[in-house]
C-alpha cells in the first residue's frame, strides 16, 4: 500500500444527536457505506467484497463537492483509507496546499450533512515524507480528530496509533484479511521457479513488491553479502524513484551471478508467482505499521523474515516466520541464516494465513455503520 491480526473490539466515540420525532408512519432508513476509494486497490476489493456478500452494498465516493452534497446523507459511514490521495501532489506542492483546503472543507460538509467518518490506518504517516512533511502532520491531526472511528489491523497497531494521536476510544480492531481466494491459482515453488525463470536447487530468498526507500532494500542487499554460493536472491518489482533501482544494483557486488533484479511493474498474478518462487521473504522495512507484503507470502506458504516493529508482531509468529531486532548489529542476516535451518509448513502458514478473515473485518465495519439506523418519515 502506497500511504499496504487478531481481532478484538475497540471503543468507539460518537457525536451524532439522536434523531428527534417525526410525526406520521414511519420506517428504518439504512445508513449507507461511502467509501473513498472502493476499487482500484487489492485490499478495498476485497474488504468491500465480502461486506457486499453480507449484504450491505458500498457506495464508490468521488471527491466532489457538488457529488457529496447531493449523495452524502444524515447516518452514512464514509470510510476513508488513504488521506493523502486526496490532498497531497508530490510533484507540484503548490497543488497540495490547495488541495489541503478542500480536504479540510469537503471532509467538514461530510460532517455538516450529518455523516460519519472512519478512517483505516494501513500507516502512521504517508510514506512520501511521513511524519517530517508538515502537510501529512497536520492532515492526520485533523482526521483523527474529526473521524468517530478509527480501524487497525491489529493490537500493536492499536497500542501505536492510540498513542501516536492519543485517539484509544476511536479504535477498532479488523484483521488484514488472507490473499487465499484473490490468487487461487497459486503455483507450487518449483513452478513458480520456471514460471519465472529463477534457479531451481538453491535458497532463494526474496523481496517482491512496490521497491521503494521505506522498504530498506539496501539492509537486505549487505545482510546477503557473503552468503554462500548455494543462496540466490531475487528484487522483483518497480522501483519508485527510479534511481533507487541504480543504488540497489550497485551493491550487488561480488554476488552478480546469485542476485536476480526485475526492475519492473508486476502484474498481480506474477507478484504471486515470484513470491511462490521463494524460500523465505524477506521484509527489512525501517518503519512500518501495516504489511500487506507479509499477508501476501503467508497465503503463499512461503515464511516471513521481517523486523520486530509495527502491526507485524501481530501477523508473524514462530509457525510462519522469524522477527529480528533491527537495532542488532546483524540481526537481519542472522535471521536469514537462521530460517534456513529451520523446516516450515507450508500447509501450517497457509491455516495461519487463513484466520485472518476478510468476513470478520466486514462484520466489524457493518456494526459500525449500521449503529446509527436512522427512522426516516414513510413515502
Known amino acids: 500500500m502506497a500511504e499496504s491480526a487478531s481481532t478484538s473490539g475497540g471503543s468507539v466515540a460518537t457525536t451524532l444527536a439522536q434523531p428527534t420525532a417525526l410525526e406520521g408512519p414511519r420506517r428504518e432508513r439504512r445508513p449507507r457505506l461511502i467509501a473513498y476509494p472502493k476499487s482500484g486497490i487489492d485490499y478495498c476489493e476485497q474488504l468491500y467484497g465480502a461486506v457486499a456478500e453480507l449484504g450491505m452494498p458500498v457506495v464508490e465516493g468521488q471527491w466532489a463537492g457538488r457529488w457529496i452534497v447531493l449523495n452524502v446523507r444524515r447516518g452514512d459511514l464514509v470510510h476513508?483509507?488513504?488521506?493523502?490521495?486526496?490532498?497531497?501532489?508530490?510533484?507540484?506542492?503548490?497543488?497540495?496546499?490547495?488541495?489541503?483546503?478542500?480536504?479540510?472543507?469537503?471532509?467538514s460538509i461530510i460532517r455538516l450533512l450529518g455523516a460519519r467518518i472512519a478512517w483505516t490506518a494501513h500507516n502512521l504517516y504517508p510514506h512520501d515524507g511521513g511524519r517530517a512533511r508538515w502537510v501529512h502532520r497536520v492532515a492526520r491531526r485533523f482526521i483523527t480528530r474529526i473521524a468517530q472511528t478509527i480501524f487497525v489491523h491489529?493490537?500493536?497497531?492499536?497500542?501505536?496509533?492510540?498513542?501516536?494521536?492519543?485517539?484509544?476510544?476511536?479504535l477498532v480492531e479488523v484483521p488484514h484479511g488472507h490473499w487465499r481466494a484473490h490468487y487461487p491459482n497459486t503455483p507450487e515453488r518449483s513452478e513458480a521457479r520456471r514460471l519465472t525463470g529463477l534457479p531451481q536447487d538453491v535458497v532463494l530468498y526474496g523481496f517482491v513488491g512496490s521497491c521503494r526507500p521505506y522498504k530498506n532494500l539496501e539492509s537486505l542487499m549487505a545482510a546477503f553479502e557473503g552468503m554462500d554460493a548455494t543462496s540466490h536472491?531475487?528484487?522483483?518489482?518497480?522501483?519508485?524513484?527510479?534511481?533507487?533501482?541504480?543504488?540497489i544494483e550497485s551493491m550487488v557486488g561480488t554476488a552478480r551471478d546469485r542476485v536476480h533484479i526485475v526492475p519492473r511493474f508486476l502484474a498481480d498474478e506474477e507478484i504471486m508467482t515470484y513470491v511462490a518462487a521463494l524460500d523465505v521473504l524477506v521484509l527489512s522495512y525501517k518503519n512500518i505499521l501495516t504489511s500487506g507484503a507479509a499477508m501476501l507470502a503467508l497465503s503463499a506458504g512461503v515464511p516471513v523474515i521481517a523486523p520486530r516493529m509495527g502491526g507485524l508482531t501481530d501477523v508473524v509468529n514462530d509457525t510462519c516466520g522469524l522477527?529480528?531486532?533491527?537495532?542488532?548489529?546483524?540481526?537481519?542476516?542472522?535471521?536469514?541464516?537462521?530460517?534456513?535451518?529451520?523446516?516450515?509448513?507450508?500447509?501450517?502458514?497457509?491455516?495461519?494465513a487463513l484466520s485472518f478473515d476478510w468476513k470478520v473485518s466486514a462484520m466489524a465495519l457493518i456494526q459500525i455503520v449500521e449503529r446509527h439506523t436512522l427512522p426516516v418519515r414513510a413515502g
Not at 86 to 94: C, G, N, T
Not at 154 to 170: L, Q, S, T
Request: hydrophobic share 50%; glycine share 4%.
Open 80 to 107: 476513508i483509507h488513504w488521506p493523502s490521495f486526496l490532498y497531497f501532489d508530490a510533484r507540484r506542492p503548490v497543488r497540495t496546499y490547495f488541495y489541503l483546503l478542500r480536504f479540510f472543507a469537503l471532509i
Open 154 to 170: 491489529g493490537p500493536a497497531a492499536a497500542r501505536i496509533v492510540g498513542a501516536e494521536f492519543n485517539v484509544a476510544d476511536k
Open 233 to 247: 536472491l531475487v528484487v522483483a518489482g518497480a522501483f519508485s524513484p527510479p534511481e533507487y533501482s541504480t543504488k
Open 323 to 352: 522477527l529480528y531486532d533491527p537495532n542488532a548489529t546483524d540481526g537481519l542476516r542472522n535471521a536469514m541464516l537462521a530460517a534456513t535451518r529451520r523446516f516450515w509448513s507450508r500447509e501450517a502458514i497457509i491455516a495461519h
